[in-house]
């Protein structure tokens, strides 16, 4: 009876060493099998959104909180009344410079109009002028020829001395005449030489005109650039989403660069996760793993691998030496990978922790 016990316990502890034995080869199987990881985390896309410009906050939306918005909700709006009036008074010196501008012009074209009226007096002046010294040259030389003519036939025939004497003083007379004809003709010839220095003297009103012009451009550039800011002066989102943080309030007055809120898409969150080197033969593009979000420890969500890093975590920060020495560290690198989750009632917001398996 005894014997019989005995062989029974034996037979009894071997069964059951034998199941231990099967359970433990499975689960080193199954565990050799699945990859895991517990340093994956939610991330989305995440978008911080900066004042462009130097501002009175005029509306913060802190209300909108955690909220949900739509896409071109105003969250941030600042007061634009100091450039408002700077952009009048931009515009104001425009439209002087303008008039500015045509009344340059208009002196210009009465100044060089008159200057071509007075030049074509002065050509019509001396035009007549060398027509009349050129008749008084020929009645004078003929004047001339008379006279010697004269003296001959007062030898000859006894003509009157007066007659003579009468013709001496008329062509003394139209020597004079010719003489004051010529002064006329070289004062207006200085006249004509005098206007068209004045003529060359109408670049002055050119360069004045092109002081005024870009001083014009450099105000049309300045407004340009107003006007643009003016459009910075209200901040919508980019694209819908939930707001994270505000970080001014109202009243506050802001600077160019200074952060105004974070919103972020929970249509694009995604999970990233770090696999050993070792493992990265088994990442492969399409491959579906397993998720246990640390929030949700009794759910599991099914991912699908979506990318893979091209480069390690280390690969920029710890570089290994190329030269071999006896003090040379291994560093054990990691590949980040991204999953994208298939959908799920559960309630996730980026930031949460998770478990990753990954079958081999």
Known sequence: ??????????????????????????????????????????????????????????????????????????????????????????????????????????????????????KDDAILQRNIIQSEIARNEFELN?????????????EQEALAKKDIHDMEIENRKRKAEQEIQSLTLRQLNNTLKNLDNEKEKSILFNQREEE????????????????????????????????????VNDGEYVLEGQRLYILH??????????????????????????????????????GVISKVGALTDGQLNVLPSSKITSNFIRIRQYVPVRIELKETDLSIIPGLMATVKLEK
Request: hydrophobic letters at 40%.
């Open 1 to 118: 009876m005894n014997r019989h016990r005995i062989l029974e316990g034996k037979i009894l502890v071997s069964l059951l060493l034998i199941i231990t034995a099967i359970v433990g080869l499975y689960w080193f199987v199954a565990l050799n099998r699945v990859i895991t990881v517990d340093n994956a985390q939610l991330k989305a896309r995440l978008t911080t959104v900066r004042s462009s410009v130097n501002g009175l906050v005029e509306y913060s939306a802190v209300e909108k909180i955690r909220n949900r918005v739509d896409q071109g909700s105003v969250i941030v709006d600042l007061n634009t009344d100091l450039i408002a009036e700077e952009i009048n008074a931009t515009r104001y010196q425009i439209t002087k410079l303008e008039k500015a501008i045509e009344y340059i012009k208009t002196e210009k074209e009465l100044y060089l109009n008159g200057i071509q009226i007075n």
């Open 212 to 247: 005024l012009i870009s001083e014009r451009e450099a105000l049309l550039s300045k407004l340009k650039i107003l006007e643009y800011k003016i459009t910075r002066y209200t901040y919508n989102t980019p694209f819908a989403g939930v707001i994270n943080e505000v970080f």
């Open 265 to 302: 898409a929970p249509e694009s969150i995604y999970l990233e996760a770090k696999f050993y080197e070792s493992d990265f033969s088994h990442l492969e593009l399409g491959k579906e793993v397993s998720v246990t979000l640390d929030a949700y420890p009794n759910e599991t969500i099914t």
């Open 142 to 154: 003929k004047s001339n020829e008379l006279l010697v003519s004269l003296d001959h036939i007062i």
